[in-house]
């Protein structure tokens, strides 16, 4: 973003071209041609309040920026730790109306592939950045030249290099280097290992690519987790066969996505024998796919 509001790197080419004994005052009348523009005082809009999503809404406001996101399926956890002064915006084109820099955090699939099209950039501000370092099939590559030559926006930032956006001006193209370094391989072999061993003990879902988050404290001496079809009256029927053995719910959550939905109850001691006879009960339910069970 800074980047794109600031000619840093031209400005650091360009100094590496002058020679002589006079460089500093070369370089002192020549500096403002790479004057650039302030990010303070801009709107930032984020597409997308996930993790990575809230964090850029929060520091966009650290850095002075207006800032306001706009994203239907954040969670509730997500949600909290938001600064609250970030504006929820009630559908994309209020971002695009009011953002100087968009940056996207969506993941890739059949709504959102090509979303960055003609119709997307058309309603953007004229001097407006988009910044995509989500996905490159995030943005028709065609339709962004376009609109960067027609100058309807101002520059687009990206970490996906594509042979169609070097040697543009107005393309800011870096790899992708998000995750390189020394550290981050570290950081993310633990983390993926603390995940892992979460869910076993726990049965709770963080940072899963295919199946639904869940996050439920576990105060019952039984827990039981359930992965099954994202069909109607599932969890009816799963309540339905733990009642007849009169075992009582003591917490219960559900979460879906997609076509897999997964459900954690937690229930009272209950004997082994009896608890067998009910997990074998609900892994005949038509649409179960999985039943496991966490002992405190």
Not at 9 to 18: C, R, Y
Not at 128 to 152: H, I, P, Q, Y
Not at 270 to 294: M, S
């Amino acid at each position: 973003m800074i980047m794109a509001a600031r000619p840093i790197k031209e400005g650091m080419e360009w100094v590496q071209t002058l020679s002589g004994d006079d460089v500093e005052k070369q370089v002192e009348k020549g500096k403002s041609q790479f004057a650039g523009t302030e990010i303070s005082g801009k709107t930032l809009g984020v597409i997308g309040l996930g993790a990575i999503g809230a964090m850029l809404a929060n520091d966009g406001f650290r850095l002075g920026m207006e800032v306001i996101g706009y994203d239907p399926y954040v969670s509730v956890e997500t949600a909290w730790n938001i600064n609250r002064r970030v504006q929820k915006a009630a559908s994309i084109a209020e971002v695009l109306a009011k953002a100087d820099y968009i940056s996207i955090h969506v993941p890739v699939n059949a709504e959102t592939k090509g979303m960055v099209d003609a119709a997307f950039l058309a309603q953007m501000k004229d001097n407006a950045v988009l910044l995509n370092f989500a996905r490159g099939e995030l943005v028709n590559t065609a339709d962004m030249l376009a609109a960067l030559k027609e100058k309807s926006i101002r520059k687009y930032v990206t970490d996906f290099a594509d042979e169609a956006l070097l040697h543009n001006d107005e393309i800011i193209v870096m790899p992708h280097l998000g995750a390189s370094t020394e550290e981050a391989e570290v950081n993310c072999a633990i983390m993926a290992a603390q995940t892992l061993k979460y869910f076993l003990e726990t049965g709770n879902i963080v940072n899963s690519v295919n199946f639904p988050g869940v996050d439920i404290a576990m105060q019952s001496p039984i827990r039981l987790t359930i992965v099954n079809k994202n069909i109607p009256n599932m969890v009816g029927q799963i309540s339905s066969g733990l009642a007849k053995y009169f075992i009582n719910i003591e917490d219960i959550l559900n979460r879906s996505r997609g076509n897999y939905a997964y459900t954690v109850i937690d229930i009272a001691e209950t004997e082994e024998a009896v608890l067998n006879e009910v997990i074998e009960k609900i892994k005949e339910i038509d649409g179960v796919v999985n039943v496991r069970i966490i002992r405190r």
